[in-house]
């Protein structure tokens, strides 16, 4: 196994489940496990509501989600239901939240609810709007705990995990893989890349597509000032709009209490630019160089100059969230965290949507997991240890 983050140790406990003898050895480059998306997004475990219905999403996030509460609640993991409300706040949303409930029925997001502004205040009081689809048994954990609670399974039952340990070569072979790591080297019979930000490039050590590429998308978020945390009761989000490839600035309740506004979404000079002053030049090149980080931004050229007026200005986000909580005020946020979304790109300008796996003779790699992953991770695994085992 290849990544430490949630899905690559869902994967990891997956298939010691299903084969208690294989001697399974798990690498991180970090010196931590769940270093990147895993421990910086904002810990929704999402319902079901926005993927295309037949999709991989559509399936696995339905499917994942009851399996990933099961797991909190036999590991004593934390987790607060506090319910997802989709705000139509003008006219115009109207005709895409009757398209977005026609997606969350297809997909069988449990209790879902159209309800009305009277309803919308009970649920929210500080929200306004003409028309909400409401999801109650969407919810919010810290996916770091999960990760944990994970590793602990995976040396319970005889795996080894070793951080601080980077593939840097994986070669295939007749009778297996010889990879070499940055602490010197090991075969495997068949082997699972969940690399993340580097997926691209370790799927094209072992032979893999050429494309997508991963493009680092930034994600920032405010903080609402913990004395007026309380204008929002759980997860406020707009209707989205189907020509932007993201969901638009929306409001989370965390599993903490602290509510976060964002996440805002900024092509960065790194894989890792938490910061925006961090630049790497060798991801710098290769986003710069791929064709389709232009034909993107030519694509969206309204979008992309939003999104980072977004990321510099934080009236402007504020601005954004009031459409939904119009009692929100630039004075109540501070700095909130930011992540790096791991978005595969194709050659021309198209995010890739769902999730997607290739497989290189005794190798699998999964090229593209962004949201809803977490959520999805056992039931991810379960297919992935299909495809490998």
Request: glycine share 10%; with cysteine.
């Amino acid at each position: 196994m290849v990544g430490g983050g949630i899905l690559g140790l869902a994967v990891a406990r997956e298939i010691l489940g299903r084969h208690p003898d294989a001697d399974l050895t798990l690498l991180e480059a970090e010196d931590r496990l769940c270093a990147h998306q895993t421990s910086h997004s904002s810990g929704v475990i999402h319902a079901g509501v926005y993927y295309e219905p037949g999709s991989l999403k559509a399936r696995l996030c339905t499917e994942g989600a009851v399996e990933l509460t099961a797991y909190c609640r036999s590991k004593g993991i934390p987790f607060d239901r506090n319910g997802k409300l989709v705000v139509a706040t003008e006219a115009g949303d109207l005709a895409r939240l009757d398209r977005l409930e026609q997606r969350a029925r297809a997909n069988g997001v449990p209790g879902l609810a159209r309800v009305g502004p009277e309803v919308i205040t009970t649920i929210e009081p500080a929200a306004r709007g003409i028309a909400a689809l409401h999801s109650p048994h969407t919810a919010v954990v810290d996916f770091s705990w999960v990760g944990d609670a994970l590793a602990a399974d995976i040396e319970r039952s005889g795996g080894s995990i070793h951080l601080a340990t980077p593939v840097v070569d994986a070669d295939p072979e007749s009778d297996g893989l010889a990879i070499q790591t940055g602490r010197g080297s090991l075969r495997a019979e068949r082997a699972v890349f969940c690399g993340g930000l580097q997926a691209d490039r370790l799927a094209r050590l072992t032979g893999g597509d050429t494309e997508p590429r991963i493009v680092p998308i930034r994600g920032s978020y405010l903080k609402i000032r913990p004395d007026r945390a309380a204008l929002v009761r759980g997860n406020i989000y707009p209707v989205p709009d189907p020509e932007l490839p993201f969901l638009g600035a929306h409001l989370t309740r965390g599993h903490d209490g602290s509510v976060l506004i964002g996440p805002t979404a900024m092509l960065v000079a790194a894989r890792d630019g938490y910061e925006l002053s961090t630049v790497r030049m060798d991801d710098l090149r290769d986003t710069a160089l791929w064709p389709g980080t232009w034909r993107l931004i030519r694509r969206f050229p309204g979008a992309t100059a939003n999104e980072v007026l977004h990321s510099i200005s934080p009236r402007l986000l504020v601005r954004e969230a009031r459409r939904l909580v119009p009692d929100l005020r630039p004075g109540d946020v501070e700095p909130g965290p930011a992540g790096i979304r791991a978005q595969a790109l194709g050659r021309d300008g198209k995010l890739i949507d769902d999730f997607l796996i290739e497989k290189t003779g005794p190798a699998l790699h999964v090229r593209n997991a962004p949201s809803p992953a977490a959520t999805s991770s056992l039931a991810l695994a379960r297919l992935i240890a299909d495809e490998i085992t």
